[in-house]
């Protein structure tokens, strides 16, 4: 069996309180394993960054249970000391903006993390520049982000996310500010990485055309999660 990358079980996320008490997600559960790449939709405002944003430990849910791997990370409370060391090791981000360090080269973007999490150079520099490779970018090592198109940058970007080795990649609709061509080439490298990398990558997408490419569809539905598999690109 697949080793388990992400599992949430009865996960409940409310804001506010008595009168003004809003529910946002009821009881939610699914499972993640590692290789896997889905994609997570449902209409404008109905929680899908509140559930990245949960995953990724950003912020707490209300009730409920999160695994991440192999260690139970949150039980109606975190149980972890360090959430920030926490995203840094285990858990990749890339979102609609590339927010790449405008006076930072592509290396430097791509190295900052690891070297926050106290890496040394020896390990870091072939990393950068394998992944780089691996992308399609390796030539850019020294380029600014000012110097690449969107495409590029979002590559660097994805560089970034897998700097750290991480267990999972959360992409908060990755394509948006892409053509369809761009969108296209970027959810199909996302589905290379997942398999090739064994990283479990969740993405919150508008886009209906770009779920075929996808393992499974995660779905909000009256604030419950629904999981569907997708099948030779066969919703």
């Excluded at 660097?156 to 897998?162: C, D, H, M, Q």
């Excluded at 296209?184 to 969740?202: D, F, G, P, Q």
């Amino acid at each position: 069996m697949s080793e388990i990358a992400i599992k949430i079980e009865d996960l409940v996320k409310k804001y506010g309180k008595g009168e003004s008490e809003v529910l946002v997600i009821d009881k939610a559960n699914f499972t993640m394993y590692k290789g896997e790449f889905a994609a997570l939709v449902a209409p404008s405002g109905a929680g899908k960054t509140t559930v990245l944003m949960m995953l990724g430990c950003v912020i707490e849910p209300t009730s409920g249970r999160i695994q991440i791997g192999k260690k139970v990370v949150y039980d109606n409370k975190w149980l972890i000391k360090d959430d920030r060391q926490l995203r840094r090791k285990q858990i990749g981000f890339i979102f609609q903006a590339h927010y790449l360090i405008p006076f930072l080269n592509v290396e430097e973007n791509v190295s900052l993390l690891p070297y926050q999490n106290g890496e040394s150079p020896d390990i870091v520099k072939p990393r950068v520049k394998n992944l780089l490779e691996y992308l399609k970018i390796g030539d850019k090592l020294d380029f600014m982000p000012s110097e690449l198109s969107g495409g590029q940058n979002q590559r660097v970007a994805i560089a970034r996310a897998l700097a750290n080795n991480p267990d999972i990649i959360l992409a908060d609709e990755p394509t948006a500010a892409l053509d369809k061509e761009m969108a296209v080439s970027v959810v199909k490298l996302l589905r290379k990485i997942a398999k090739e990398k064994n990283v479990s990558i969740i993405m919150v997408t508008h886009d209906e055309s770009l779920l075929p490419y996808c393992d499974k569809i995660l779905s909000i539905n009256e604030r419950k999660i629904i999981e569907k598999k997708v099948i030779n690109g066969i919703i």
